[in-house]
C-alpha cells in the first residue's frame, strides 16, 4: 500500500507528434487528483543532471496542438549504468518525487523496469512512438500523425511520377517494424509494401517484377520500410539497378519529417486518455505496466510483455495491397 503525493515525468527516446497532449494530460490529471507534479527535463539523463522543476497547470496550456516535446528528450547511456541509476534516484528522492510517469517507446520501458526493480519505485509507462510497435496496445501516440505526414509526401511524389512515368521507392521509418510502411502504402494507392517482417520468407523486390509491376501503368509506387536487411529504399533499387537494368527507379527518404507535425485528432484523444489513464494506474496502485488501448478499452500491460512480445501486423493487409494494386 503506497500513496502517491508527487509523480516526476519525463519523455525519452524518439518523440513522436502528441508526447505535449500526454503531458498535458497526465499533468491535469494529477494535479486533479491533489498530485503535485515536476518535469524532468531530457529523459533520463535530466534525472541523472538534476534538470527537475515544478509544473502547474498552466505550465502544459496551449501545447496540446504543437509537435514535438516540451520536455526534450534524449537517449541516455549513463542511465544504463548502476552508479548512473542510483544518481538518478538520490535526485529523484531530494526533489520528492515518489512515482514517475515515462513516455516512450521499448528502450524507455526497459530502462523504467530496471530502475523501477532496484529501487521499488511505481513506474508507468504512456506509448509513444511513431512506430506502433509496442505489444498490448492497438496504437501508440504518434503513429497516426506520422501515417498521415507519409501519404501527404506520397500524394506530392506521385504527381511528379506521373509526369514522369516513373517508378519510386519511398522510404519510411519504422526500425524493424512494418506497420508505417504498410498502412501508408494502402492509404496512398501504392503499388506494394517492402516491409521487415516478411524479408526471410519472400523476395518482395521479385515478386513485385514477376507481377509485372507498372506494365500497365503510367507510374508505381513501392513503399519501403527502412530496415538493415534490405538495406531500405536505396538497397533495393540498388539491387533492382543489377538485376533488372531495365527499369529506371528513383529514390526518396522520407526521413525525420514523418516524426514532427501538429499531431492528427486521433492521436490528440489517444495521447489525453493514456495520459489520464497514466494517473489512474498510479491510483489505482499498478507499476512497472504501461498504459494502451485495445477495442478502445483501457489495459493494464506489464513492461515485460510490452517490450518482448512481438506485435504482429495484420497481414491481410498485404492481400488487400495486392488486390487493389492490379
Ligand atoms: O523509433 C522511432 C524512430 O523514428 C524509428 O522509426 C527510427 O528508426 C528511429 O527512431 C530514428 O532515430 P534517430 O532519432 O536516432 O534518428
Known amino acids: 500500500m503506497y500513496e502517491v503525493k508527487c509523480i516526476g515525468i519525463l519523455t525519452s527516446g524518439g518523440d513522436a507528434p502528441g508526447m505535449n497532449a500526454a503531458i498535458r494530460a497526465i499533468t491535469r490529471t494529477a494535479i486533479y487528483h491533489g498530485i503535485a507534479v515536476k518535469a524532468i527535463y531530457r529523459g533520463y539523463r535530466g534525472l541523472i543532471t538534476n534538470e527537475i522543476t515544478d509544473f502547474k497547470t498552466q505550465s502544459v496550456s496551449n501545447i496540446i496542438q504543437q509537435g514535438g516535446t516540451i520536455l526534450k528528450t534524449a537517449r541516455c547511456m549513463e542511465f544504463k549504468t548502476p552508479e548512473g541509476r542510483k544518481q538518478a534516484h538520490d535526485n529523484m528522492v531530494a526533489a520528492g518525487i515518489d512515482a514517475l510517469v515515462v513516455l516512450g517507446g521499448d528502450g524507455t520501458f526497459t530502462g523504467a523496469r530496471i530502475f523501477g526493480q532496484e529501487y521499488s519505485i511505481p513506474i508507468v509507462g504512456v506509448p509513444c512512438t511513431i512506430d506502433n510497435d509496442l505489444f498490448g496496445t492497438d496504437y501508440t501516440i504518434g503513429y497516426d500523425t506520422a501515417l498521415n505526414t507519409i501519404i501527404q509526401c506520397v500524394d506530392k511524389i506521385r504527381d511528379t511520377a506521373n509526369s514522369h512515368e516513373r517508378l519510386f521507392f519511398i522510404e519510411v521509418m519504422g526500425r524493424d517494424a512494418g506497420f508505417l510502411?504498410?498502412?501508408?502504402a494502402l492509404a496512398s494507392g501504392a503499388e506494394a509494401a517492402i516491409i521487415p517482417e516478411i524479408?526471410?520468407?519472400?523476395?518482395?523486390?521479385?515478386?513485385?517484377i514477376e507481377n509485372g509491376f507498372r506494365k500497365s501503368k503510367n507510374s508505381s509506387i513501392v513503399i519501403v520500410a527502412e530496415s538493415d536487411i534490405t538495406g531500405g529504399a536505396l538497397g533495393v533499387?540498388?539491387?533492382?539497378?543489377?538485376?533488372?537494368?531495365?527499369?529506371?527507379?528513383r529514390v526518396s527518404i522520407l526521413g525525420h519529417v514523418q516524426r514532427g507535425g501538429s499531431p492528427t485528432a486521433a492521436d490528440r484523444i489517444l495521447a489525453s486518455r493514456l495520459g489520464s489513464a497514466a494517473i489512474d494506474a498510479l491510483l489505482d496502485e499498478q507499476r512497472s505496466i504501461m498504459v494502451g488501448i485495445v477495442n478502445d478499452e483501457i489495459v493494464y500491460v506489464p513492461f515485460n510483455k510490452a517490450i518482448k512480445d512481438e506485435k504482429e501486423l495484420n497481414r491481410s493487409v498485404l492481400d488487400i495491397l495486392r488486390i487493389l494494386s492490379i
Open 199 to 208: 524479408v526471410t520468407a519472400v523476395d518482395q523486390l521479385e515478386e513485385l
Open 237 to 249: 533499387a540498388e539491387r533492382l539497378k543489377k538485376e533488372h537494368p531495365e527499369y529506371d527507379a
Open 181 to 184: 510502411a504498410l498502412n501508408s
